[in-house]
């Protein structure tokens, strides 16, 4: 127990030895001040309600004086950025703290913009205020609308000017999952043919973080298989709800199936299967559309890493082990389609299985495309269109068309749809122009907007109090740019 945080506190990621990371104190903020706190995340931790009125809360959240538990280190990891080799990159601004043990099993704390790392490149290890707002405001919301994720216990802030396109100032989220590690993690000591690392990272993990997959017949396996069948859960949850990650290059891809690292994401408001949230993607790589087809890709990239785990003594061994991993990887395929299908069907309201889902589903999102109409709107409003129709119509420029698939719908449709619609449609989402509001208020010293909107994020399915917070986007938030810049 650490008298300062009154948690338990370990460390397994540091049992693993030198090989995986770099021991170093955070680079604190100078004067510090609270940005935000998650009374929800702070829960899980088992922190109590007025963790951060102690005076030493915000000296650790800010990266200046740790709790006596804790055991700041840099991970090493690499990975492919946009379907291309990029080396070596790792924690160039992230710092592990330790793992907190709670009811759920032990949590991991990172410290994210707490200064440099021998991982940090060209970078300042800084996160500024407006990426941490919106990372923040984004754990929490994915969270309350059941979307897996990484969370975000607070922000912390300071003046200390950070330069990107303008100068900014410098903030640091910390945020919380059971791992942070990464596809790129394995890819890392396959790439450099550290074989016994690889294994050993590879059976840490399996013990710790995928304990089911220890008694299989090939463990490895087994871990591929699972985390391909998470990764589809997630794609298929992040495509309903029409959220765009942005970046999804293999050293963001969580082993837990997590939504991580929040930059450039965005949640739809026109529904454009092409949309690319990502100002800096200008070949649309990770386009709303391709997103699925982007994790089956770097699944293949984490296969290929986990490749030499398995046996190769003969060249009967090596094409086996190689066929199998491949088929742990293809049942991404099934099991996002038969998710994503489950997940439009619930859309819809439809209960039970009709062998024209499918078609009814697609014809809905194909007309919703045809009009660029809002993406969490549209189905909010088709949750209460058996009983009023006008709202959705006005949403679509060919009426008739939507009358008529409105028929088909209607004729499949059971009774209690639109409560259970109401559910599983939620009415908040925290599109741009809700985190610009946020951020902008908070660069002129004003945090009253990120906990108003946490709060309101927080129960993503109920009418918002303030209509403005599920209504369609004033104009000026099509002018809004998000671009790796964080
Ligand atoms: P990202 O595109 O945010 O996933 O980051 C890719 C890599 O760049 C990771 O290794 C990050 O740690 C690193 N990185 C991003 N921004 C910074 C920064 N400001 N300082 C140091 N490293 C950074
Ligand atoms: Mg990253």
């Not at 303030?466 to 004033?474: R, T």
Request: negative net charge.
């Amino acid at each position: 127990m650490d008298s300062s945080s009154g948690l338990a506190w370990t460390n397994r990621f540091a049992d693993l030895g030198p090989d995986f990371f770099t021991e170093l104190p955070a680079q604190g903020l100078p004067d510090p001040h609270w940005v935000a706190q998650s009374p929800d995340c702070a829960q899980l931790l088992g922190l109590p309600a007025d963790w951060a009125a102690r005076p030493d809360a915000l000296a650790a959240m800010s990266g200046n004086t740790p709790w006596p538990a804790m055991r700041p280190l840099a991970s090493v990891y690499s990975g492919h950025q946009f379907g291309v080799w990029a080396g070596q990159l790792g924690d160039g601004r992230a710092l592990w703290l330790g793992e907190v043990d709670t009811p759920a099993g032990p949590l991991e704390l990172q410290l994210k913009g707490a200064g440099r790392t021998p991982y940090s490149r060209r970078g300042d290890g800084r996160a500024v205020l407006r990426s941490s707002i919106r990372e923040f405001l984004c754990s929490e919301a994915m969270a309350a609308l059941g979307v897996p994720t990484t969370r975000a216990l607070c922000i912390t802030g300071s003046r200390l000017p950070v330069i990107r396109e303008s100068v900014e100032t410098a903030a640091v989220v910390t945020r919380v999952a059971p791992s942070f590690i990464r596809f790129g993690h394995f890819e890392h000591f396959a790439h450099h043919d550290q074989l016994d690392a690889l294994r050993r990272l590879a059976n840490w993990f399996i013990a710790h973080h995928a304990p089911d997959c220890a008694d299989a017949p090939e463990p490895v396996v087994a871990l591929l298989r699972k985390v391909a069948l998470q990764t589809a859960d997630l794609v298929a949850h992040w495509q309903s709800v029409g959220f765009c990650h942005g970046v999804m290059n293999t050293d963001n891809m969580s082993m837990l199936g997590l939504t991580l690292d929040y930059g450039p994401f965005g949640f739809m408001d026109g529904f454009d299967p092409g949309h690319v949230c990502n100002h800096s993607d200008d070949r649309g790589r990770y386009a709303y559309a391709r997103q699925p087809a982007v994790a089956f890709w770097n699944l293949h990239a984490l296969a290929q890493a986990l490749l030499p785990l398995l046996p190769i003594d003969t060249d009967q061994d090596a094409e086996a082990s190689g066929e199998r991993l491949l088929e742990a990887v293809e049942a991404y395929r099934d099991r996002f389609a038969g998710q994503m299908l489950a997940r439009l069907r619930a859309k819809l309201g439809l209960e039970g299985e009709d062998g024209g889902d499918q078609a009814l589903a697609d014809d809905f999102l194909k007309l919703m495309a045809a009009s660029r109409a809002d993406f969490t709107q549209s189905f909010r409003r088709l949750s209460r269109a058996l009983t009023q129709p006008e709202p959705l119509r006005d949403l679509f420029i060919d009426r008739e068309a939507l009358d008529a698939w409105l028929l088909r719908w209607r004729a499949r449709v059971t009774p209690g749809a639109q409560a259970r619609m109401l559910a599983v449609n939620p009415a908040v989402v925290l599109r741009n122009h809700l985190a610009e509001g946020a951020i902008r208020a908070a660069q002129q010293g004003d945090f009253t907007e990120i906990e108003r909107l946490l709060k309101v994020l927080g129960r993503p399915f109920d009418e918002p109090a303030l209509p403005s917070d599920a209504a369609l986007p004033p104009d000026w938030a099509s002018t809004l740019e998000v671009s790796c810049s964080s």
